[in-house]
């Protein structure tokens, strides 16, 4: 059974950081595209998304002020959130195609004050 676990949600003031990590468990061969998604009330929307090579690709809202990485060692993903403005408060998401399936993870809560 394969499993995305998040963590390093919680509670910052503007202009504060947090580090988001995702890990991935269980009988896993390949992982490709590893993702952030974030959701208030309202559809998910896109972060970032990093792929198995490397490239990194992100929403307009979160361009330089935020970095997507992986690593491969430990079937891992982080999300590097800079500057954190309020409007950035939401449920966090990962996603990943691992063995050619979509896997999501359970969310972790973002709250920035202002």
């Known amino acids: 059974q394969v499993q995305l676990v998040e963590s390093g949600g919680g509670l910052v003031p503007a202009g504060g950081s947090l580090r988001l990590s995702c890990a991935a468990s269980?009988?896993?061969?390949?992982?490709?595209?590893m993702s952030w998604y974030r959701q208030t009330p309202g559809p998910r929307r896109l972060v970032a998304l990093i792929?198995?090579?490397?490239?990194?690709n992100y929403a307009d809202s979160v361009k330089g002020r935020s970095t997507i990485s992986r690593d491969n060692a430990k079937n891992t993903v982080y999300l590097q959130m800079n500057s954190l403005k309020p409007e950035d408060t939401a449920v966090y998401y990962c996603?990943?195609?691992?063995?050619?399936?979509?896997?999501w993870g359970q969310g972790t809560q973002v709250t920035v004050s202002s």
């Open positions: 996603n990943a195609v691992i063995d050619g399936r979509l896997y």
């Open positions: 792929t198995s090579a490397g490239t990194t």
């Open positions: 269980g009988r896993i061969r390949n992982i490709n595209n």
